[in-house]
């Protein structure tokens, strides 16, 4: 049998017969205690050493014990300074004897309050008596002291040790000690034969190479010891989920669009049938840029035609709206406050061609909104966009694909709340279950285009969109209570390096 | 969203449902679409709803709608209104305000809470359609306190909107106790200084009169002499604005409003003098316009869109319970109905908004949910596919992915990474990140007033706030950069860069260098650094990152100053290249 070379020192050194102490056996095996240790709990268990613990009481010196027995107590300093002072014949003034006994600091008030317990004479008024008939030098704590001092503690008077332990000059301390005996299995084995196997910590490319892997034991490990922290790269959770919301919505047929982030007004706000003067379109709501201020080039058809569905409708009973619209208005730059711009720039055909139903398209990127910053606010959020284009869609439809998509991320029982937006009628919010705590949460806003939206844009099929912040779908999935901990530069490092991964 | 107190009694009694707790009716008003916010001070529900029903201002409004809810109303109703006694004469009126409308209850008996609902229609119609009186503003006054000038007649009596020197006109406005000129009360009246700008540049000021005097000075503020109170029994309106459906549709919904408190409407005419400035000079209008608006829906894009089939009675029962009429005609297009709107409907512009009634009142929570039965081939576009791969690369380089906004401001993007503002240094001009910034109009946060131009001074800021935490801070992103354009549409050019930096106690250009080089091999791009100098980074320890030949970023190793600047207390080497770069 081959064994790691700790097992078999140890197997050698153990006795079928008695207990020996490991200790005892590692310093005959030339091993570390702990190696011993660990060797024999190894043996116990393949069932080849029995091992028996017991706990052991032992006193050891303090520091201040070990100045005393190597000279003197402080009190048996003072006896003597005080028999050569006379002092067993006639009081004698303190200061002096002191002065004499060469005490100093603590070591005085410790010689005075021993001196008078052991009887050594009297302090009195200042003064001090000795008396002749005290033998310090056979003092029961000293030959306490001693004996600690020399491994005898058997012969050290009991209430000495004890005097000992309440002066702080001995401690007292608990051990525990293992011993092993070999069991039969391991007679056995030890008559059989046992083999040191070579071992290696590191397995090396030269053991590999060599081949002499194959006659070596590997070192075990503590497999369950905590390893050291690894710092790694790590996709931004917002990242992540906007990749399982882009993968969701590959799985279900929708392409990805892209467009810009500073965009003309007539984009962001009149194709989708904004009024100028809605109040949504203050600059206090968005963003609008000093520098560029306007856009080069709009389509002229297609600004005539937005402008005619905002003043006069669309269709024999539109009314349009009664607000005023000029161009210069919708020639403004902004920042996007919705990515349904990209849909607008799509749906005309003035982003990739015209388009022929069905089509299915979606973005999720960022928008920007002049809002106050809070917890769940902020000026720059990603935005769920998506549409179906198709001939003749329902809100049943609409139902349909909405429930679809939120069940994926384990939003359920979907209720669709009438709603009122400028570009989409009918309208909805929309309403899910929580997966973790079961409140009703609104999760999206939703509708099918208005014809004063879709008719300019020369669609002239069904389209119907939904909108929804990636923020809140995060905070509904992992319930963080602030955005900005993981959104914008203060952004906290722990937390992104603790939060667990998208699934 | 528009939000209205209600008095939860007011609309038991309004809605004769003395029965309904506060909870049904609560549940009644959600299905509606208006939500329960929650109490007022007075005990009043606060309700919030989308704003296109701004009929429902006021708790008279809200108990119309539970009405026809409930079905205790069906169809359209239009109150009886008496022929006009007043004329509104309109001459000389300020060419910015040309638009006046106006009508007159009588026989009103209102108590405190009436009064209140009145005042609160009107400052919620102001705040909404009447775009912060802008557009539309109301002026109610106590019909006796009027003294008409005989204009049309033996027993027609008129007022007069014209308008007035702000520096001459005078008289007593509501809460104030002295005569006051316009402009005096547009300097130091409370009402005045919140409205005045809507008039301050005017020449003349909008301005109404009776044989008296004048009484009003709209959009600002009424006259005291006119108030109304709780004993005020006929009531004059007037509504001046910008746009003549506006303000008479505005003053639909407030005559509306009163005759459900049991007042009788009374019209008026508004006659335009023939030199008026406007659309409506030399005509009369009749006030309020209660005339009924037609419009024709088809049966098929009603069943198109809601998905259902319905027969023709469901429709007109379902129409009818959302306060329209509707009768079954035939079009072009096969079965039609031809629908009556009330005149205190402003959100029905298309037919699409009828279905949308019929759809409520059938109730969109019955309907199945269905998949649509149209195939397509989804994708990714080509650029979130590519920053998807840079980014994986980069994360699998040990780099911490970050997400910062792209607005940030000249001092963080400049100044402190020792930028030059653009612009003020010849020799730094093509330094990576020095382009002409998209600059935002009247920023309220001075933290966001540009979009950036590179993403370095987002990390570094990220760097900056998380000095607390363990390094190495190794942190990348993959975001917007922009900067003007000339020859983009938009005036801006929009680009994706990458920036990566390594904080660590001994982070060297060569660590930097070794992982650029593993992204560019990772995207079999050549990539070669001659040296540059950049104000952001050490000089000798800088280099232009060129990839395929063409230079598209920046490596170097961050100058001190800047690190200080950031209060970082060790060193970091970076990089920034555009994205499009690893195409």
Redesign the interface.
Known sequence: MKRPQAQVAVLQAADAQEDRRIDDVAAEADLKPEAATRAAFELEADGLLAVSEETLEHYELTEEGDRYVRESLPEQDLYEAAIDAGAADAPVQMGQVIGASGLEGGAVDIALSNYARKAYGDIDSGEITANADADPGSDPEMLALEAVADGRVEDADADALDQLARRGLVDLREETVRSIQLTDDGVTALMEGVEAAETVDQLTPELLTSGEWEDVAFTEYNVEADAEDVSHGKEHILRQTANRVKDTLVGMGFSEMEGPHADAQFWINDCLFMPQDHPARTHWDQFALEEPEEIGHLPPDLVERVRSAHKEGVGPDGEGYHSPWTEDIARGMDLRGHTTSLSMRYLSGHQVGELDPPERYFSVEKVYRNDTLDPTHLLEFFQIEGWVMAEDLSVRDLMGTFTEFYEQFGITDLEFKPHYNPYTEPSFELFGTHPETGEVVEVGNSGIFRDEVLTPLGVDCDVMAWGLSLERLLMLMYGFEDIRDVHGTLCDLELLRETEVMR | MPVVDVDPDELRYLTGHDEKDDDELKSDLFDL?LEFEGWTEDDEFQLEF????LDRLSVEGVARSLRYHYGDDRGVEVPNTNSADWTIEVEDQPDERPYVTGAIVRGLDMDEAALESLIQLQEKLHA?MG?KRA?GAIGVHDLTMLKGDSATGETGKSITYTSADPDEATFVPLDADAEMTPSEVMASHETGQTYGDLVADFDRVPAIYDAIGLFSFPPVINGRRTEVSVDSRDLFIEMTGT?Q??IDHMCNIVCYALAARGGQVERVDVSYADDAPGEYAGKTLERPDFSVR???VTHDRIE?????SLDSREVIDYAERAGLDATETESDAGVAYEVEVPPYRV?V?????I??DI??ALG??S??????D????????E??RLE?AA??A??????????????INEVENFERMGLPVPGTDEQAADAVGLA?P????????ED?TI?RTWALP?IM??LE??TH??Y?????EIG?A?G?DDS?????A?HRTVAAALARTDASYEDAKARLQALADAFDKDLETPPTTHPSFIDGRAAEVVLDGESVGVIGEIHPKVLVEHDLELPVAAFEFRLDALE
């Open positions: 679409g989308a704003p296109d029903r909404t775009r557009k746009d459906w506006t037609t419009k024709t198109s869109i809601l998905g259902v959100d512009i298309h037919p699409l908004d279905i949308d759809g409520r969109f929570n309907l199945e949910p269905t998949y649509p149209v195939s397509t081939v989804g994708g990714r576009h650029r979130s998807d980014r994986d980069l994360v699998g380089l040990g780099f911490e992915d970050l997400l910062n906004f792209h607005m002409d998209i600059t935002i109009q009247e920023p309220y946060s966001y979009l987002s800021m990220v706030s998380n935490r363990s190495p801070q190794d942190l990348a917007l922009a003007l983009e549409n938009t005036g801006v929009e």
